[in-house]
Nanobody
Framework: QVRLVESGGGLVQAGGSLRLSCAAS????????MAWHRQAPGKQRELVARVTISGSTNYADSVKGRFTISRDNAKNTVYLQMNSLKPEDTAVYYCFIRQSRTLNTYWGQGTQVTVSS
């Protein structure tokens, strides 16, 4: 059983910052990919940022230069530092992990981020 617990969402004004955290617990042996996705009302879920076990990262074009993903392998935790937030960043943000050995994937419950103009 794997559990993902997200925190750090909330309401912020445009131009502000938030930091999301996602801690994985349970039957975790090794995590390959860790990522953040988001889903805005009426839109499909989209990848925001991903970091591999080796530290390689990739970002959606819309967040490049503003968001930074990082991970702490010792704590099985992934972070998303979001700066210069825009109203269009408003969405539910979901944590995602893929285990290395089993390739099983898991999602967090989601955390709301609302950016006011």
């Amino acid at each position: 059983q794997v559990r993902l617990v997200e925190s750090g969402g909330g309401l912020v004004q445009a131009g502000g910052s938030l930091r999301l955290s996602c801690a994985a617990s349970g039957s975790i042996f090794s995590i390959n990919d860790m990522a953040w996705h988001r889903q805005a009302p009426g839109k499909q879920r989209e990848l925001v940022a991903r970091v591999t076990i080796s530290g390689s990262t990739n970002y959606a074009d819309s967040v490049k230069g503003r968001f930074t993903i990082s991970r702490d392998n010792a704590k099985n935790t992934v972070y998303l530092q979001m700066n210069s937030l825009k109203p269009e960043d408003t969405a539910v943000y979901y944590c995602f992990i893929r285990q290395s050995r089993t390739l099983n994937t898991y999602w967090g419950q989601g955390t709301q981020v609302t950016v006011s103009s």
